[in-house]
């Protein structure tokens, strides 16, 4: 039986609304969290960040901050559990700087004024270096866009059924950080850190997963500290995962007559010349 024309755009859009409800109120109904521990969801999302080996990425980085902003383009390797290295390079291919790190040294090169800084890690502000305020042992997991849900004595978890996804809540001593986790490849997708007084005081966003080598991965990561303006954005063109990436890669290259200068000393003279109270 053929559809006389003027009911054929009424039944599509009959049909249309009828599936995407169908759709929508299979999406958003909840799970049974009785069935379900926190403990379970954080070790899933861990098992996934377990898989990976080695990383090596190329991504339009963009750092925005009150009154100014950077671009450019950067290529980043890590070779688990601790080894990083950044290369930034500007739109005009003009060298930013580079940047190695790992659990006990780091070295960043800074090409125009020629200077190689070094030191121990623990010293290490990436403030100093990535102009916005990332905690050290963090770096690995805001790069790869793969945050861990922590977890010991000293904190409480808590888990609820958010946005169609996963809310684990992690409370400590000084405030609470959310966690948004996608409920079929269980990686955080969403983040909020809280001080002690409840204000937010960090946000993170991980969107356009994409599964490699049994591994999902995010290609867009952003990092927003609301209250100081700042924004932080990685955008994948490339990632390879699990590749052996030879040592040379780590290695800062630097010009013949680079100034060398120890951070322990940098950090020696701004503490003397700071006023005492």
């Not at 390879?240 to 290695?251: A, D, G, R, V, Y």
Request: with cysteine.
């Amino acid at each position: 039986m053929k559809i006389p024309p003027f009911l054929r755009l009424p039944l599509v859009v009959l049909l249309a609304t009828f599936f995407n409800n169908c759709a929508v109120g299979t999406k958003n109904r909840p799970p049974d969290l009785s069935q379900v521990s926190p403990q379970l969801i954080q070790a899933k999302v861990a098992r996934n960040f377990s898989k990976l080996r080695s990383f090596e990425g190329k991504a339009r980085v963009i750092i925005e901050l009150p009154g100014e902003g950077y671009q450019g383009s950067s290529k980043i390797f890590i070779n688990f559990p601790d080894s990083v290295f950044i290369k930034t390079e500007a739109i005009l291919g003009i060298d930013i700087g580079a940047l190695f790190i790992d659990a006990r040294i780091f070295g960043a090169y800074a090409p125009r004024e020629n200077i190689l800084y070094y030191g121990e890690a623990r010293t290490l502000d990436l403030r100093d270096f990535l102009q916005v305020e990332i905690a050290t042992d963090a770096l690995i997991s805001v790069l790869t866009g793969l945050p861990q849900i922590p977890h010991d004595a000293t904190t409480a978890l808590a888990l609820a059924w958010d946005d169609n996804s996963y809310l684990l809540s992690v409370k400590h001593k000084n405030g609470m950080e959310k966690y948004w986790i996608d409920p079929k490849k269980y990686i955080v997708v969403k983040t909020e850190l809280l001080d002690d007084n409840g204000a937010l005081v960090m946000t993170g966003e991980y969107k356009r997963a994409k599964t490699k080598n049994g591994i999902v991965l995010p290609q867009t990561i952003r990092i927003t500290r609301p209250a100081a303006r700042e924004r932080f954005t990685v955008y994948y063109t490339s990632q390879k995962l699990n590749k052996t990436i030879p040592s040379p890669q780590f290695q800062l290259k630097t010009a013949n007559n680079a100034k060398r200068v120890y951070w322990g000393d940098v950090i020696k003279r701004a503490n003397e010349s700071t006023p005492q109270k």
